[in-house]
């Protein structure tokens, strides 16, 4: 089974000097190369990844280009497929952008992490677009929270710090649309 190595990843690790390359190379796996839309910045760092798998003597399969605007897949697609072409290297394919991929619901991520849900049972179709880990005082997380954050806190500090702060940032944005629904709440 291939290892998939994200753009600007092949070197991750290097630090501690175990890179994903060389993690692949000690278990004898090839690569494919995932790197973010785009032509220039997508095809140079596609070039540093796959010179380091070659370093490593780990076979590059080929490249898949994640998260291309819509609108631009077909361009992007042929472009960068020539490049890739030009330097030996085989594109899989293009994936767009889609809030299906990219943003999961409130109920995935209760499946995922097998949480139990308070109330809200009606928002969980709600897309995720952020995730906010609220270890702070409430005053300071105000200016963080927008519609479609999943915010995260300890049970502890729930009803005594974040719910007032929630209940005053949601009648300031007027309870709607602009503020955090605070009906979403999930809890392990």
Same mark, same amino acid.
């Given at each position: 089974?291939?290892?998939? !190595?994200?753009?600007?990843? +092949?070197?991750?690790?290097? =630090?501690?000097?175990?890179? @994903?390359?060389? =993690?692949?190379?000690?278990?004898? !796996?090839?690569?494919?190369?995932?790197?973010?839309?785009?032509?220039?910045?997508?095809?140079?760092?596609?070039?540093?990844?796959?010179? $380091?798998?070659?370093? +490593?003597?780990?076979?590059?399969?080929?490249?898949?280009?994640?998260? #291309?605007?819509?609108?631009?897949?077909?361009?992007?697609?042929?472009?960068?497929?020539?490049?890739?072409?030009?330097?030996? *290297?085989?594109?899989?394919?293009?994936?767009?952008?889609?809030?299906? $991929?990219?943003?999961?619901? #409130?109920? /995935?991520? %209760?499946?995922?992490?097998?949480?139990? =849900?308070?109330?809200?049972?009606?928002?969980?179709?709600? %897309? =995720?677009?952020?995730?906010?880990?609220?270890?702070?005082?409430?005053? @300071?997380?105000?200016?963080? $929270?927008?519609?479609?954050?999943?915010? *995260?806190? !300890?049970?502890?500090?729930?009803?005594?710090?974040?719910?007032? +702060?929630?209940?005053?940032? +949601?009648?300031?944005?007027? &309870? /709607? &649309?602009?503020?955090?629904?605070?009906?979403?709440?999930?809890?392990?």
């Amino acid at each position: 089974m291939p290892s998939l !190595s994200r753009d600007r990843a +092949c070197g991750g690790g290097s =630090v501690i000097d175990c890179s @994903n390359a060389d =993690v692949a190379a000690l278990l004898g !796996s090839k690569a494919i190369i995932v790197s973010g839309g785009g032509v220039g910045r997508a095809i140079d760092e596609i070039m540093l990844n796959k010179a $380091l798998f070659d370093i +490593c003597k780990v076979p590059v399969l080929g490249v898949i280009i994640n998260k #291309v605007l819509p609108d631009k897949l077909e361009k992007i697609k042929s472009i960068v497929g020539k490049g890739l072409d030009r330097k030996g *290297i085989r594109l899989l394919g293009v994936i767009p952008e889609m809030d299906l $991929l990219s943003a999961p619901t #409130v109920e /995935q991520i %209760r499946e995922r992490l097998d949480l139990k =849900v308070f109330s809200g049972e009606e928002n969980l179709r709600t %897309r =995720v677009y952020d995730a906010i880990v609220a270890a702070m005082e409430p005053y @300071n997380m105000i200016g963080h $929270l927008r519609d479609g954050a999943l915010v *995260i806190t !300890s049970g502890d500090r729930w009803i005594t710090c974040w719910w007032p +702060c929630l209940r005053i940032c +949601c009648s300031r944005e007027g &309870g /709607q &649309g602009g503020g955090p629904h605070i009906d979403r709440r999930i809890d392990a």
